[in-house]
């Protein structure tokens, strides 16, 4: 029991740690890429190849002045950020995050916790999110902010209908709401993206609306709202907000690895006989070569295609995702009925 | 009526098809596009490492010539600050006295000759004008600065070094015709 106990510390620590770290280099990634689709170069002056650029910023953040306005309620206003990166990085716990490993012959599962409805989990998690933009926005006092975050909670509660009804197909066919149950359902190659794959678009597209991203990304529309909910925020508490960002695109990254790419599953790593910690390692660096991928696809969005106008926004998603999302449940549904 | 150019399009009102209206495939498109960006030839040049070539024949700041033996050509007869569109040019001419035979080569010289950057456009009408060949423009920039009164460069900016190896090479922007009108020795112009 306390080896084990020791082991999930650990194993917290790294996951929070991964995450922070994956999410500070992401906003180097993308100022980088921003750069290359636009023929630029992009941030290159701190460090050899721009590497120091995340810490510059983080300490510019800092060091800024912490600005509050008067007529702001002072505990939401704190709340807000802090309730923002507390979700962000919650939904990790329930990631497998690779097959279990053996230590002095005691075995540990890679997954902080393998909770038999990690999938509610995850929406119940993403639900909360809405919380820090809400309140924050609310806590300014200031109508750029209230607006932008009325908007950023419709649009998360409008888009996460289409999110669960394209995850229920999943569910159907694994018959299990675990994580670590609908990962190694899909082993090889046998990943859900092949018998879902109008699932998995519409899981995605939610996936971009969800963290905010563009073409989704009217909550913090600048040309509008100076910002949206963010408006009144200055240093390390916009700083959250942004970092938080970040971090739910690593965490929907791996959500939809996990759910659609088979997780840690590749053809033929698992015949190339290694020891079951290397197993592991290397089965860890597989689904973490399919998060990037994930990562690298928002960025590539962000630079391609214009924001979505709002009614633009709810059009898609109540009247195509929804209806494309209950057709395909219907679909699955009969398949799965035929196939008895 | 006739097209104006080749990429005009007739615009229509027509309804969209099915694969227009689900706009995946334009939006796969799209992002092909921007793929090609990714791996594009940058345009950047990484400036203070790298700086970008000039022509010869650039339009910088200007340089007051002297001649072979050092003297200075110029001889404030003032056609430059005629001839120039922003009036830009002023001077101030004086006498050459005797023993300054080594300094000007004619009997008139500028004692002052200030040239206004932030009026100059640049456009190289002092150097058309020029009878002596003494002002020509050259590939240096003219630097940024925090006041306005330090962009009135005089002679002591303008001057050409004394140092013949120092000197500033302007044969580059001279034509072909040109160089070969100044071999000819009987236009009083071309003797030392």
Known sequence: MGTMLIFKTILASAILLLSLVVAMYSTLIERKIAGFFQDRLGPNRAGPWGLLQPLADGIKLFFKEEFMPNTADKFLYILGPSLTMLIACLTSAVIPWGPDIVINGQVFSLQMADVNIGILYIFAIVSIGVYGIMIGGWASNNKYALLGAVRASSQMISYELAMSLSIITIVMMSGSLSMRDIVNQQQGFNWNIWYQPLGFLIFLICAFAETNRSPFDLPECETELVGGYHTEYSSMKLGFYLFSEYINMFISGAVMATLFLGGYHFPFIDKLGLSPNAFAFVSFLVLFAKITFFGFIFMWVRWTLPRFRYDQLMRLGWKALIPLAILNVLITGVVILLNQ | ?192
């Open chain 2, 1 to 192: 009526m006739a097209a104006l150019t080749k990429r005009s399009k007739v615009v229509s009102n027509k309804k969209m098809s099915f694969w227009e209206k689900i706009y995946l495939p334009a939006i796969l498109g799209g992002m092909w596009i921007t793929l090609g960006h990714l791996f594009a030839k940058k345009t950047t040049v990484r400036y203070p490492e790298v700086t970008r070539e000039f022509s010869d024949i650039y339009r910088g700041k200007h340089v007051l010539k002297r001649d072979d033996e050092g003297r200075e050509r110029c001889t404030a007869c003032g056609l430059c600050a005629v001839a120039c569109p922003a009036e830009a040019i002023t001077m101030i001419a004086a006498e050459r006295k005797p023993g300054e035979e080594n300094l000007y080569r004619e009997e008139k010289y500028a004692s002052t000759y200030e040239i206004n950057m932030l009026r100059c456009i640049f456009c190289g009408l002092c150097e058309e004008a020029c009878p002596k060949e003494a002002i020509f423009l050259t590939k240096e920039i003219v630097k940024a600065d925090y006041e306005r009164d330090k962009f009135v460069y005089g002679k002591d900016v303008l001057l050409e070094p004394f140092d013949p190896l120092k000197r500033i090479d302007v044969s580059k922007r001279q034509t072909p015709e040109v160089l070969e009108f100044k071999k000819d020795k009987n236009q009083r112009h071309n003797v030392q």
